[in-house]
């Protein structure tokens, strides 16, 4: 298997893969099914692991993070480069610095390598069920947010601070305020949904795009078929001797995107990271490139069809 490459990030001195696992399940996996698949992935040499406070999976990640210190998978925690989101719920004044305090004693670290912004809205209150009543779904005070984020790189709780699920016009406005940039912007990004117009203006900016959903994602569940069954990406898999998931994290990586794709089978997990000895043709991506554009992954599907909420899908 190639190594896996790495990327340099703004204002990061730590490099990230450029591959990394996802530890998002929906219904949510347990604890011990979640820490025994990273367990996997670190065998098989994932080292790049991203998680978040409303995925559930801190403290499986943590625990799996230092049974794999413990057994000697990894010589250090600098070897591993860890991602948690900021949930919407503690994206308010004074609440920035104690929810990355709570998901660091959650993943037992004292710092994470990147910390994001999960979505640009903030919810007044901690909910668990959705929809999400629209009075306590408020727009994000993006200067109050990031100037938390900026103090968590400053006690040293994060090496890097980024976004998530964020627009062209609110990346524009979080630039203008920000005195640390924001490094990365995670968002949903495959054949089927691409992106151009915000990887131009990221790649401009210097803002790096993870992708999510690399393999598909339809609102409520993680994973539908319209990647895994497009004739398109089967037949070019099957002339390249590929698995048609192979051809889309590769056409992802191939846009100058890292990945964070999810997958608890073994298997699948090995398979993921081999895409970096072989590249599409040009012909391989004019195909890709006619794919029709459906999103998957809607704010509306997650918290309800709210005005402002249904305003910040469609800039996305």
């Known amino acids: ?156 709780l994060t090496k890097g601070i980024g976004v998530s699920n964020f627009s062209c016009n609110l990346l524009d406005h979080l630039i203008s305020i920000a005195k640390i940039p924001p490094a990365i912007n995670q968002v949903e990004l495959n054949p089927f949904w691409q992106q151009k117009k915000l990887r131009e203006f990221c790649k401009e900016k210097g803002i790096h795009i993870t992708a999510y959903s690399p393999l598909g994602a339809n609102n409520t569940k993680w994973g539908d078929n319209r990647i895994l069954g497009n004739d398109v990406l089967a037949d070019i898999a099957t002339a390249m001797g590929k698995t048609t998931a192979q051809v889309a994290l590769r056409w992802v990586y191939e846009q100058g995107v890292s990945i964070a794709s999810k997958s608890f089978n073994k298997e699948r997990m090995r398979q993921n990271l081999e895409i970096f000895d072989w590249c599409l043709s040009d012909e391989d991506l004019d195909k890709i490139s006619q794919l029709p554009q459906t999103k998957g992954v809607t704010l509306a599907a997650a918290l309800g069809p709210h005005p402002l909420v249904l305003e910040i899908d469609a800039s996305l």
């Open 1 to 156: 298997m190639a190594a896996i490459p790495s990327v340099n990030l703004a204002g990061v001195e730590k490099e990230m893969p450029v591959i990394g696992m996802g530890t998002a399940s929906f219904p949510a996996a347990d604890l011990e099914t979640t820490k025994a698949a990273v367990l996997e992935a670190i065998k098989a040499g994932y080292r790049h692991f991203d998680t978040a406070f409303a995925y559930g999976s801190e403290k499986a990640l943590g625990e799996a993070v230092a049974e794999a210190l413990r057994l000697g998978l990894v010589e250090s925690r600098s070897d591993l480069f860890i991602t948690t989101k900021l949930w919407a719920s503690f994206a308010g004044p004074g609440q920035i610095v104690p929810a990355c305090k709570m998901s660091l004693q959650n993943l037992k670290l004292e710092y994470v390598d990147m910390y994001l912004i999960h979505w640009p809205v903030r919810m007044t209150e901690m909910v668990w069920k959705t929809p999400v009543p629209e009075e306590l779904v408020q727009a994000l005070d993006m200067k109050v947010v990031w100037e938390g984020m900026e103090e968590c790189v400053n006690l040293g």
